[in-house]
């Protein structure tokens, strides 16, 4: 899993390279329209097309019987069923063709929400992180695989100089879940270790201020359909006991489309349909 997704990083660092010097909102909506035709244009080669195109004829057939014979209700009970049941048919044969896409739609818009979705936490002045209130700076979650649980109490977090505990490590023995509220008082990449009484350890990295970080994700998992989502860091080993670490990052801005994770969802999912139905006549796709 590692190993896909840092293969498809590359290839979108070298795609998205010349479409950002546009601007963020110029290459998402370049690559929203390129999924949408490329999506369309599989779905051409895998979708039964002539099947397609007659279960609408004959659609269209029975809703002018309808209409015909609009006073004659045995024709339009009979044709009514006969249009619900097209109508299933016709879902049924486009559905199926879409579910082979599900995979590359998520890869696809994974690598868009770790790069635009999210902005790096606010660096901090020591003398505020000295005035805050519970709740005002980032709380660090740390969620143990179940097999696991117990063994939350041996847990420690460990922080990089620059990054400051605003909160002792809270614990949850029965769900095998700590919180630890956390500021940032050092611009950089930090890395937070989350470490047992054994000496396992893993990593958390925590962008902060003005820092080079093409890629964000607020979370780390173990989960190997999870890690579908996160490709910017490694899913964590499948024998890990920890199953989850995560914190919040800033909505990522994206000028004149809408901020944040379900902006770029969004103006993926409408502009890669807008792209896709301008060429259905052109590529003559029948869907």
């Known amino acids: 899993m590692n190993a896909i997704n ?14 950002e010097l546009l601007g963020p909102e110029f290459a998402l909506l370049v690559i929203s329209g390129v999924f949408g035709v490329g999506a369309l244009v599989v779905f051409k080669h895998i979708s039964w097309q002539r099947g397609i195109k007659q279960t609408k004829d004959k659609i269209k057939g029975h809703m002018i019987a309808i209409r015909l014979y609009q006073d004659d209700l045995v024709v339009v009970l009979q044709s009514t069923g006969r249009v619900l049941a097209r109508i299933l048919q016709y879902l049924g044969l486009n559905f199926g063709p879409f579910v082979p896409l599900a995979l590359p739609f998520v890869f696809v818009v994974a690598q868009m929400v770790t790069r635009y979705g999210f902005e790096p936490v606010p660096v901090l002045e020591r003398e505020r992180v000295a005035e805050m209130l519970p709740g005002q700076g980032t709380l660090v979650r740390i969620e143990f695989a179940p097999e696991h649980r117990a063994r939350v109490g041996e847990l420690e977090l460990i922080l990089p100089p620059g990054v400051e ?12 879940v700590a919180f630890q509220e956390v500021a940032v008082t050092a611009p950089g990449l930090h890395e937070l270790e989350l470490r047992l009484g054994d000496g396992t350890s893993e990593r958390k990295l925590l962008a902060a201020g003005d820092v080079e970080a093409p890629m964000l994700q607020p979370e780390r998992v173990r989960s190997i359909w999870l890690a579908f989502m996160w490709p910017a860091e490694d899913r964590l080993p499948a024998g890990s006991p920890f199953s989850r670490v995560s914190f919040h990052y800033p909505d990522g801005r994206l000028g004149w489309l809408p901020d944040g994770t379900g902006g770029i969802v969004i103006t993926f999912i409408l502009a890669s349909m807008v792209f896709g139905f301008a060429m259905l006549k052109p590529l003559g796709v029948e869907i």
């Open 6 to 19: 840092g293969a498809i990083n590359v290839l979108f660092d070298l795609a998205l390279k010349p479409l």
């Open 165 to 176: 505990a605003l909160s002792p490590l809270a614990r949850i023995p029965s769900r095998g």
